[in-house]
């Protein structure tokens, strides 16, 4: 049997369960679904001891999560919400990750753009971190054997930074990921 020898061998999802720096007992809210094998390892990684929420805009997003967590053996609580008005407490999140590699906040307003973040700033406890997950044109071969992303480009960064979030960078930019990460100040 013929193998791809370009294919990368184990985990598809570790660079993300890396990138987002999900650790074992946190609470984890993720704002979006476009792929359920995403929220499936990252949830895999809060364990038994942590809780894993998704809070997505339309059933075709709570089907995908569902099918997600299913197939991985994962408890995933969600919730159909948008993300401007998400249901959670104040403070209730340790980690929010934003799934945005379908253009989930790029093909919105700018003002609801901004309201979704604050609503991440709004559950995450004070010095809690969001992540985003965003979509680029990869590099090399890679690039020209793919096609771009079909959603729109959104630049998170500028976002968090008038959000109110600090410590806002770039993290990586890699096999069509792109990970930005901001801290919600621990104080006021």
């Given amino acids: 049997m ?4 370009f294919a990368r061998a184990g985990d598809p999802h570790m660079l993300v369960v890396g990138m987002t720096g999900v650790k074992l007992g946190e609470r984890v809210a993720q704002i979006g679904c476009p792929h359920g094998g995403r929220l499936a390892a990252i ?12 809070f997505v805009p339309d059933d ?8 997600g967590a299913a197939g991985a053996g994962v408890l995933v609580e969600i919730q159909t919400a948008p ?7 104040d403070g209730a999140f340790d980690l929010v990750v934003i799934d945005e590699t379908a253009g989930l906040l790029a093909s919105v307003p700018a003002d609801d753009r901004a309201g979704a973040v ?10 809690g971190r969001v992540v985003v997950i965003g979509s680029v044109r990869r590099g090399g071969l890679g690039g020209l054997l793919t096609r771009a992303p079909s959603a729109p ?21 890699r096999d ?10 621990r104080q006021g």
């Fill in 43 to 54: 949830a895999r990684k809060v364990g038994l001891s942590g809780t894993a929420v998704a």
């Fill in 153 to 173: 480009p959104f630049d998170p960064e500028p976002a968090f930074q008038a959000g109110g979030f600090r410590a806002v960078r770039r993290l990586a930019e």
């Fill in 118 to 127: 604050l609503e991440a700033l709004r559950i995450l406890r004070p010095g």
């Fill in 60 to 67: 075709a997003s709570a089907a995908r999560a569902r099918k």
């Fill in 2 to 5: 013929l193998t791809n020898p």
């Fill in 176 to 185: 069509g990921l792109m990970f930005v990460e901001g801290i919600k100040p």
């Fill in 83 to 89: 993300p401007t008005r998400v249901p959670a407490d």
